[in-house]
T-cell receptor, first 116, second 112 residues
């Protein structure tokens, strides 16, 4: 099973709302990722968790707050977003970094976010 | 700084033809080069990947060619089918790392 499950599939929120995106994997992967993808562009890395600890934050605004409650779950909490934050938000997972690992990242289908 | 350059941005090919997408990288520390396929409304899915100790890798109709000295690699899609119509991203990373650097993407349209 190479499935990464993301919920919800679609989300519309106002600029004053608080919402959360969820991601789940059961492949035993210990690295999990959040990406943002705009139309016709490649995914842009936002955050990386390795062994449930935040290892990379690509200078993402604080209105995006990641959380990794356990090795299978990853959340992205959203607050006071701007219309330009509208995008496809992708979650991915992979083996934890290491000499014997391969950086094969498995992506979920994403959450299509619209900020009004 | 774009560390992986991908071309062309878009490509139209007739059914049964060959689609060729090229990528060039700058960072010589990269040692893992995957290709991802993405259909509209879906996340990217790993298609095929190569390490620099191999000059070519073939999986079905998909072949990666790798030129380490030129720091270039390419994807060939043989006998292209309408179902291959998608956006293709090349990427590069350190295999033991956890950060992928993506190319800009190529939208491929296969006409019946």
């Amino acid at each position: 099973d190479t499935e990464v499950t993301q919920t919800p599939k679609h989300l519309v929120m106002g600029m004053t709302n608080k919402k959360s995106l969820k991601c789940e994997q059961h492949m035993g992967h210990r690295a999990m990722y959040w990406y943002k993808q705009k139309a016709k562009k490649p995914p842009e890395l936002m955050f990386v968790y390795s062994y449930e600890k935040l290892s990379i934050n690509e200078s993402v605004p604080s209105r995006f707050s990641p959380e990794c409650p356990n090795s299978s779950l990853l959340n992205l909490h959203l607050h006071a977003l701007q219309p330009e934050d509208s995008a496809l938000y992708l979650c991915a997972s992979s083996q934890a970094p290491g000499l014997l690992a391969k950086n094969i990242q498995y992506f979920g289908a994403g959450t299509r976010l619209s900020v009004l | 700084q774009q560390q992986v350059k991908q071309s062309p941005q878009s490509l139209i090919v007739q059914k049964g033809g060959i689609s060729i997408i090229n990528c060039a990288y700058e960072n010589t520390a990269f040692d893992y080069f995957p290709w991802y396929q993405q259909f509209p409304g879906k996340g990217p899915a790993l298609l095929i990947a190569i390490r620099p100790d191999v000059s070519e890798k073939k999986e079905g109709r998909f072949t990666i060619s790798f030129n380490k000295s030129a720091k270039q690699f390419s994807l060939h899609i043989m006998d292209s089918q309408p179902g291959d119509s998608a956006t293709y991203f090349c990427a590069a990373s350190k295999a033991a790392g956890n950060k992928l650097t993506f190319g800009g993407g190529t939208r491929v349209l296969v006409k019946p």
